[in-house]
């Protein structure tokens, strides 16, 4: 097989790194995700998972699969069959790469049409939409915007091509060093969305809902999206995180770049949480409203706030980037395959893979209006999709990459890639990555299927 090593780059710096990496973590899972989550699986206990799964599978994995992407300085596809050639260990570890692109893809076709939400929304804003908005009033107007397939294709087909376009002419570089406005402006935002939900009578009672722990409502799928959640969230488990290690510096320590990312992306959360539920409940909003949460909530603050109506737009024109910064860490796996394997200039792989995704997106607009009640397992198609690729793909993803980079890379090459600052930080690695990450995986997922009831 030709590879195409040329078409293979390198960030200027660490801090490039940190800023693409943050960008593909800090996205739609944090801001439109999280809280919908938080709020369908009851809150504190379900926060306290996703928090431990964050400490003791993510960051461990997002070290490995970063550290994986380093040694092999190639796509996901490709850099397995090399570390698998390395350390001379069975062939069938190579699927682990096509699982993680077709994992991007998938994730990449429901994730365009939510971020062509928050698109749509900046509009809806700035032509005066939620002015005096009240619950009802946003609630029709999420309901008929999504009611309308024309209107989602349209957003859906806008985010895409922006996606795609920014992959193919390789601006990334210019999308991530944006990250470094965006993502402070993201906080500060944030931050005054606190500062409002402080303002309501239902500021403590939205903080109950999140940090409360009660463990009644905690059932084996809570459990498991939390898990799902922590891989969601910090982009691991299906390639991204590894393809932008392979373009990382040799001389770099990886440990501490995952800390930052791991930190920056769970406060963002954090925040988000704090922000929507209190207006939830001051507004008579149930929790459990499902995908549509945010939607239905932030416009009732931003249309009675002073100030709101920049603000509101400020908010979501800063989400579609966030979106953007990860959307291009979804698609690039299978774009850097297809140009350094397959031959493809990067604009015909952009071409290719982004009408597949586009189409494929399809089956998620329709999940909302027509094809509502297309229902398997009692989920609709978006659903499914969410549970597939969150709750089981990058799992397995994960799990994989830690019994690769725990069990089959030799110690002196995973130790030398590392170059953590003392010996005792890369046992505690090794312990978690051996150990600890993937038995709570396998007991998460024998949990679920029932085994241990
Ligand atoms: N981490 C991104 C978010 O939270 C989504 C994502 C998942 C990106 C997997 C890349 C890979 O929005």
Redesign the pocket.
Known sequence: MTINKATHGHWSSRFAFILAATG???????????PYITGENGGGAFVLVYLLCVVLIGIPIMIAETMLGRRAQSNPIEAMQQLTDEAQADKNWRYLGWLGVI??VL?LSY?SVIAGWASAYIFKDLFGSFFGIDATQSQTLFDNFTASPIQLIFWHSVFMAATMWIVAKGVNNGLEKSVRFLMPSLFVLLFLLVGYAMTTNSYQQGLDFMFNLDFSKLTGNAILTAMGHA???????????MVYGSYLPKDVSIAKTAYLIAAA?TIV?LLAGIAIFPLVFEHGLHPASGAGLIFQTLPIAFGNMTGGWLMGMLFFVLLVF??LS??I??IEPAVAWLVENKNFTREKACLWTGLGTWFLGLGTVFSFNIWKDVVFFDKNIFQLLDYLT?NVM?PIGGFAIAVFAGYIMKREHTESELQMPCTQSYDVWRILVRYVAPASIFLVFLHVVGVLG
């Open positions: 593909s973590a800090v996205g739609l899972g944090n801001i439109w995700k999280f994992a991007g994730i994730y891989f969601f969230t910090l982009s691991l488990g299906m390639g991204a995180i992306d959360a966030a979106a990860s959307s860490s979804l969150a990058l």
